[in-house]
């Protein structure tokens, strides 16, 4: 079993972090299809697995709440800090 440390609402998101979805995103076209990457940023969605939180949220939100973010959110992140076992982590092609 491992252990990883997940901010709460009141701490501050900052790079070398790690972040993903608590739920997933329709297309924007609706209906059952579900988009792997962002369609302007080209960024990871819809992942079970870690990822860095500089290529999912944007420089605006570094020092700022973890709850301020997901307030603004309709697909809110759960973020991590610290070490992430390699077979959790995205590996983006």
Not at 46 to 74: Q, S, Y
Request: glycine share 10%.
């Amino acid at each position: 079993m491992i252990s990883i440390k997940l901010l709460e609402e009141d701490d501050t998101i900052q790079k070398g972090q790690w972040c993903r979805p608590l739920v997933f995103m329709p297309a924007c076209g609706g209906g059952d299809e579900y988009q792997a990457t962002a369609t302007y940023s080209g960024g990871p969605i819809n992942n079970f697995k870690w990822v860095p939180v500089e290529r999912v949220i944007g420089d605006c939100w570094f020092g700022k709440r973890l709850g301020d973010l997901n307030d603004k959110l309709d697909h809110p992140f759960e973020v991590a800090v610290g070490d992430i076992p390699e077979s959790h982590i995205l590996v983006e092609k």
